[in-house]
């Protein structure tokens, strides 16, 4: 099923009504608002659409508008007879999942709009939480439509609260309240109040209307009724309201039109060659909901002319450079995040502990099962993390081995590999496209090519690099990506010994030559920002191993003294520390908790953020073991690790971290992923029955890309990740436009009758990756799938 | 006044019960748990407060629960006779602060917490957000006290989407709902929703009991009640509940007490050396409002005897690491988060556009007033954005003077001067103890020592440092610091020829050397983290001048082509990229959006980061000119800025960022600072006829201060930043522990009456700082001036 669009149509407008409370005169307003525009705008349509409505079908809210605002297109979606909450009253009925019954209510617009400007004014049922007919509350339920609301306001004792509240719920979904309306009132008069309110707290409109005269008789009501309609719509106060309406969706519409252009003008972009860079090139984005976006379709004459949508859902294919676990707009990391924003703010960290980045600690020591891993140290983003991991690591490098300060000090590392764009990071990174030119950029250690894994014609390759044919061997071929990880029986062969073999003697050559390196630095499984290589987790587990057990390579003159933590200590560094950058592959972006169980061995020093925060806000944690700590102890303050950000373990982040990783630990608990886990779906990757390999894009897919050879060199799958490797005649790497064309494709999306969609991806060179959240549902799999099989045959 | 603790005794336990509505039996419930508790807990006191009651007298709650739960200890501190809002029946009335009407409920709370252990039930009036008695409503008013609360839910039609949406309210002001108690009802059964809704969402209890009998006359209804209350005051479920209450109260103090301990075993501090630090210097923070932390006070016997707040008020005087804006808990601040969490999550940067970001870079360009600077680049703070600013400005004078990559080309700057923790800003700091121990640190530059300012026995020095006397000359004293900052005067003097030569001169001489340089990167005004320095501006603007003028000095080479910028360009940069980093000093620090206005020049480069989220979370742009940003563009994508981190430009930092400028920009327009700026408060600052230099700081306070010359080496303030440079006899600088012993009395606090309070300040060396957000008031200034002076004296 296609996602659903917001409801944007450039000169069609869509308006919500939401109520306070249930019965503060919801239908009512909707009705003088259908009528007021019906007289106003002659020559528009005006529609009236009630997507659930309950209690007895005749005295439906439709009927009420066909009686009072004749000519006014209508329509009832769900109708049910009891006067309870849609939820309640839906019960042991067939309901409509909350997808279904969106689509319908697009379908429905979608072909109002068709018909050119016009109004439609959607009437929710009860208050802003009343719970729709599958259980979701409305206001969780419609928030992807994004339509703007008017809030009708409770006139009554006690509505101030209501009407805030409400308001509140809806505003922490992202919706925008244009306008609040109020039936007058002598007694409680709450118009004044909510008047000054919204306004200073909000800006936003505050209006009143008499209200309704009191029931009689259902006779003598009809006609009152039908006085009082004829005076409200044709009173300034409606019409003025509705020319507020109007301004702001032109508003809108004419901010979304013109925002490409001034961000072109105005905005500096990461990573990009703004003279290869175009306004049109740059995706407006109107907001995000799960896995999608809502993009803007600029405006073209045709367009124009059929009234088409103004957004469209974008299937957000990086999971936003790699950071969504629990998909866009998540109401309960909005919860935590607003949470600790009320709780606390931020506060200061040194010196000072906090709940939530103490229970963040916490959960991350236990979820890593580590031994070896005890302390965690905060800082803001993934390159910042890995900036504190390499301090941590050298120091404790340095006073162990007795090297002078100011002793140059390298890392190891893989080729390719990639840590973050500060200065340190960057220097963790072999010379590349990516800082080759930058000015104080000074690559500081060794780094080793490596066997990387693909899907080539169906079977999984293990392919050694070319210069390392000589030393490594041929490349090898696996039955399933679950024996190219099945460490246990691949350790007692040759090519494990041959592996250790070149790396030690590698090393050897460089430390012979004098060189001296302060820590093994990798990502662990995944090579991300590089290029997206799967590595042979046998080459990374024989890189630890050798490092950690060359205390005497490292420094020739090195005896371990008795007053320092023994070797014999398994969670005591020997050799050098490794740090794991786990900020792209952990956290259940490959599947389980940490990368470093794929390589059945523990970091000293490891790295998270990204999926830390379910894709919300920055924040990153550096952990590292009791060994490494103790390095940075003395009498002298200076020989403390001097790093720290103002917003050091700020509590909006570590709060939502704490949901996020609450949350995700929770699906792995409850077999969320079983159906990703299946054998059949993951087929030759592991299945249920193997190593507990498993992704969410099906093996039978994989399959098949991997036999176009005529275009791709090769793919894979792990967790929430596929990449492909293009053919690419213009040499592989970041330079490469190999990618573009699939690409392109991608992004000229997919039309299902009336809904169009597209999808979002990055490329790095000859690599296109496409990313799902933890959220990804089998059904979008299953879409974007199609997709891809098309993009590719049409390559 | 002082400020008020959150409501949190060991051993007496608060709860506050919220309705979710008027009239869902609030006052009933609250009367079963106050008689339960009693029934159960026999030999502990029980208590009753309504801090504000409205409706005529003789029906008023407390009445009630003396009839229907004698031996209750009760109390209502405001009465107003009229069945209305309390804001609204006050009308007319004097009604007391917000702060008045929290020191009543703090002071019933606390006498009655001195009779030992106990339960103390306050229940508030109408719905979460009626307005109390000033108008703020009920969920702000109280958030301070932080009492976990009891929310009443409502049985009736509509009553789920009230109780969800009250419930948001309470959340996202950091209140901890403990329990939501509902009537059952049979018809609407809203109890099985909420049940399952806040069990899944929010692990909450949701429990009922039956509803009251209906009422019939006023004899009958007393009776039925009675038997009514004798029956739910012994039934299991409001046992449970209580059981659960009481659990949750113990559960919460013992974390309390355990952090402190936690957080030492497992987390690793940020500029912290962990030998000379013990769980003893570790504040517990449990929240955090306005200006003040509530920090817990650790138990001790004699305060168990007596039974001591748990909690107490500290000032957070180092506005958490310089931070804090527009104060803690910010609601303001938080609905923003909230909205674009919920409108957006985060949303990849590169190649697509967002409002939040698009607005705040439209505002912060506007805002800086500047001709110069026109794009805007995000990362995730200052440190990165240093890290940025100095990539944009060496390539662009790389370029310019055609040096090949790879040239070593350095920066220039101020001694002290300090930008960050990441490598590369670290590199633009001189070797100091922050960074002589980190294995990658390298100083990359050169760095100006220069005059400084300071206030001492009342008068203003501009300090001349030993070192350079025989250049510079002598110290020169000036009657007031606007006279210090009339740079319009100052630049016409001889003075001001001595830096012009003394900053050509030196540079020339390292220029001759071969030294190539970059950029001159600087904070403008104040010396930061080096150590709190106000720097003479003329100095500065004299460095500025001579940079600036000097291309042929940097490249003698040098000749402009034709086809670059002209110099005459006033937009362009020239001689050398100056960048301000304003991270500390921008955005209202200082009294003014921009510290550069302090130097009458603009930057081509200007960072700003800290306050540019009000206080709540990370954030940095980076601003630059156009004639930087082209130096970027090539054919070639590897030529553009290649940084960029996951969240760059996240919508939850820029919505929160538009909010916070905004908000300060009002203030600043309605004069809210009118108070500071008044000359007899700001005296020889400046005040409103002078050059608009003033501070929170009064000058009264500074003019003392500056008198206590047996400990104090001198004080400044400007804006919100009152520095105290202690006499040191073990050396100036970050390793001096002379400013100690008056954070140390500061953090042992002030004792009124009931009611203890302290300030948490920061100190650097023999430098101690007090800085106050951009909210603080004048009331707390006065209080804290007495502290000050208090210390002082007893130093």
Redesign the interface.
């Known amino acids: 099923m296609a996602p659903v669009p917001s409801l944007l149509w450039r000169s069609f407008r869509v308006l919500q009504v939401y109520g306070a409370?249930?019965?503060v005169g919801k239908t009512v307003f909707t009705t003088i608002l259908c009528r007021a525009a019906k007289l106003r705008w002659r020559k528009e349509h005006v529609a009236f659409l009630k997507p659930v409505s309950t209690g007895p079908g005749n005295e439906a809210d439709d009927l009420h508008v066909e009686r009072h605002a004749p000519g006014v297109a209508r329509r009832t979606l769900l109708q049910y007879d009891l006067?309870?909450?849609p939820?309640?009253a839906a019960k042991g009925k067939l309901v409509p999942s909350n997808t279904e019954l969106l689509s319908s209510v697009y379908r429905f617009a979608s072909r109002r709009a068709t018909h050119g400007p016009g109004w439609l004014f959607v009437e929710t049922a009860?208050?802003?939480?009343?719970?729709g007919p599958s259980?979701t509350?409305q206001a969780d339920m419609y928030?992807a439509l994004?339509c703007p609301v008017v809030l009708i306001a409770d006139a009554k004792?006690?509505g101030?609260?209501?009407t805030?509240?409400?308001f509140?719920?809806l505003?922490?979904?992202?919706?925008d309240v244009e306008a609040i309306l109020v039936f007058r009132d002598g007694k409680?008069?709450n118009e004044q109040?909510l008047r000054d309110y919204f306004t200073s707290?909000h800006s936003i409109t505050v209006a009143s209307l008499p209200a309704p005269p009191p029931r009689v008789d259902s006779d003598t009501d009809t006609e009152v009724m039908s006085q009082y309609y004829e005076e409200e719509s044709n009173s300034t106060a409606i019409h003025k309201i509705l020319d507020h309406l109007d301004r702001r969706h032109q508003a809108r519409i004419d901010?979304l039109d013109s925002?490409?252009g001034?961000?072109y003008?105005?905005?500096?972009?990461?990573?990009?060659?703004?003279?290869?860079?175009s306004p049109e090139?740059?995706?407006?984005?109107?907001?995000?909901r799960g896995d999608f976006?809502q993009t803007l379709v600029p405006e073209t004459k045709e367009a124009r002319d059929i009234n088409q949508p103004a957004l469209q859902p974008s299937f957000?294919g990086?999971a936003?450079?790699?950071?969504?676990g629990l998909?866009?707009?998540?109401?309960?990391?909005?919860?935590s995040?607003?949470?600790?924003?009320?709780?606390?703010?931020?506060?200061?960290?040194?010196?000072?502990?906090?709940?939530p980045?103490?229970a963040l600690?916490?959960k991350l020591?236990h979820g890593m099962k580590s031994t070896r891993l005890?302390?965690?140290?905060?800082s803001?983003?993934?390159?910042?993390g890995v900036?504190v991991a390499?301090?941590m690591a050298?120091?404790a490098a340095?006073l162990r081995y007795g090297w002078a300060?100011g002793?140059d000090?390298g890392i190891i590392g893989l080729r390719g590999g990639y840590h973050?764009?500060?200065?340190?990071?960057m220097?963790c990174a072999e010379p590349s496209?990516?800082?080759?030119?930058?000015?104080?950029y000074n690559g500081?250690g060794i780094w080793y090519e490596y066997p990387s894994v693909k899907c080539v014609r169906g079977r999984w390759i293990v392919e050694i690099p070319d210069a390392l044919k000589v030393e490594l061997g041929d490349d090898q071929i696996f039955e399933s990506l679950s024996d190219v990880f099945d460490l246990g029986a691949r350790r007692s062969k040759q090519r494990h010994r041959t592996y250790e073999e070149y790396i030690e003697l590698t090393l050897s050559r460089y430390l012979d030559s004098g060189r001296k390196f302060?820590a093994l630095l990798m990502e662990p499984v995944v090579v991300g920002a590089g290029g997206m290589e799967l590595v042979d987790p046998l080459f990374q587990c024989a890189l630890v191993d050798v490092v950690r057990r060359s205390a005497k390579l490292f420094d020739t003159r090195y005896q371990p003294s008795t007053s320092e933590p023994s070797s014999s200590d398994p969670t005591c560094w020997s050799g050098l520390p490794v740090i794991f950058d786990e900020v792209f592959t952990g956290l259940y972006r490959l599947g389980r908790f940490t990368a470093s169980s794929f390589l059945e061995t523990e970091a000293d020093v490891s790295v998270h953020?990204?999926l830390l925060t379910g894709?919300?806000?920055?924040l990153s944690t550096?952990l590292?073991s009791e060994s490494i700590?103790k390095a940075?102890?003395?009498?002298?303050?200076?020989?403390?690790?001097?790093?720290?950000?103002?917003?050091?373990a700020?509590p909006?982040?570590c709060q939502v971290a704490l949901e996020s990783m609450r949350q995700m630990q929770e699906m792995e608990k409850r077999g969320e992923w079983d159906w990703a886990k299946d054998s059949d779906w993951s087929g030759s990757l592991g299945g249920k029955t193997k190593a507990n390999l498993w992704s969410i894009w099906p093996w039978e897919l994989l399959d098949w890309v991997s036999n176009q050879v005529h275009c791709v060199a090769g793919t894979w799958a792990l967790g929430s990740i596929l990449v492909v490797h293009m053919r690419a005649t213009d040499g592989t790497g970041?330079?490469s436009n190999a990618a573009l064309k699939l690409q392109s494709f991608l992004r000229d999306g997919y039309g299902d009758g009336e809904v169009r969609w597209n999808v979002?991806s990055?490329v790095l060179g000859n690599v296109l990756y496409i990313m799902g959240s933890q959220k990804t549902t089998k059904d979008d799999v299953v879409e974007i799938s199609d997709l891809i099989r098309h993009a590719l045959v049409a390559h």
């Open positions: 409370n249930t019965d006067a309870m909450s939820h309640a009860g208050g802003v939480h009343s719970p259980g509350t928030a994004r004792l006690g101030i609260s209501l805030i509240s409400a509140e719920s505003k922490l979904r992202g919706y409680y008069d109040y707290h901010r925002m490409r001034d961000a003008r105005q905005i500096w972009y990461p990573f990009t060659q703004h003279k290869l860079s090139n740059i995706a407006v984005i109107d907001s995000a976006f957000d990086s936003s450079w790699w950071t969504q998909g866009h707009g998540n109401p309960s990391l909005t919860m995040a607003a949470y600790a924003a009320g709780r606390y703010g931020h506060v200061m960290f040194a010196g000072a502990i906090h709940e980045a103490l600690a916490e020591l005890t302390r965690v140290f905060y803001d983003n993934g390159s910042t900036e390499v301090k050298l120091r340095r300060a002793t000090i973050g764009d500060t200065i340190g990071a220097d496209t990516y800082n080759e030119n930058i000015e104080w500081r302060g953020a990204k894709g919300l806000v920055p550096t590292a700590f940075f102890e003395s009498e002298d303050k200076a020989d403390a690790l001097l790093h720290g950000h103002s917003y050091t700020h909006v982040g970041y330079k979002h990055r």
